[in-house]
């Protein structure tokens, strides 16, 4: 497939580092969960990489280049604009042009997105989802459970001893789910319906307005620098 991807390390306005980005573009900063009427000429899009030993990437949509450094295993890019229609999202190993994944992908206006890489880079699955992000309520947190192993259990997120979301298999991706914010907290991945702990990250703060999203990657079977791994982005904070 010849797509005429360029390298072009100036195109960097794509990127933004966004706090309080849904004034504009998805939800009101504010308290409330009114939602404005003007459609902004662009969606945000995130990219989780997700995969256990993915050479690191640059990742383009159509001919630009999205990432100011490289995309590692694990890693993510946070929100940034991006074009809207039917767009070419590519993953090249960094510095050059040899392709790892390339697909297709479609942006709406005033909606957010995130494109998770899953699986071995031989493997690769692309999880395409549309992001449903609100303002917190009661001026709590939100989070969602991504399980991108192939080969773990299925899974639940455990917070202070709580289970928040349960039974989440490969590819799936869970909703926003309402939590309280807390200082200096684990939060544990775990086996459905078990306390076999899989994967954790610890000393998170979880503020107020902040909607989060945890996602477990690498394999259940795989050699030690492949062991199941989590990790966590904000999505967004609201003030």
């Known amino acids: 497939m010849n797509l005429n991807f360029t390298k072009n390390k100036n195109a960097t306005s794509l990127l933004t580092a966004i706090v309080c980005f849904l004034a504009v573009s998805i939800s009101s900063c504010s308290k409330s969960n009114t939602t404005p009427t003007t459609v902004v000429p662009y969606g945000l899009v995130s990219v ?111 917070i202070s001893g709580k289970v928040i979301i349960s039974n989440k298999s490969y590819k799936q991706v869970s909703s926003f789910i309402s939590i309280p914010n807390a200082p200096n907290d684990t939060l544990k991945i775990v086996q459905t319906g078990t306390q076999n702990v899989l994967a954790s990250v610890t000393a998170v703060t979880i503020p107020s307005g902040g909607v989060f999203t945890i996602w477990l990657y690498g394999l259940a079977n795989g050699t030690p620098d492949q062991a199941l791994k989590a990790n966590l982005m904000e999505n967004a904070l609201f003030y």
Do not use: C, E, W
Request: proline share 6%.
């Open 48 to 158: 989780i990489y997700a995969s256990p030993n993915a050479p690191d990437a640059d990742f383009y949509v159509n001919n630009s280049i999205v990432n100011a450094t490289a995309l590692t295993s694990g890693n993510y890019i946070p929100y940034f604009k991006s074009v809207v229609g039917s767009v070419k999202a590519g993953f090249f190993n960094s510095g050059g042009l040899t392709p790892i994944a390339i697909d297709t992908i479609n942006i709406k206006a005033n909606q957010a997105y995130t494109l998770f890489f899953a699986n071995t880079a031989a493997k690769h699955d692309l999880v395409f989802v549309n992001d449903t992000v609100v303002t917190p309520a009661n001026s709590g947190a939100s989070i969602r459970l991504a399980n991108m192993s192939p080969d773990a259990p299925n899974i639940d997120l455990v």
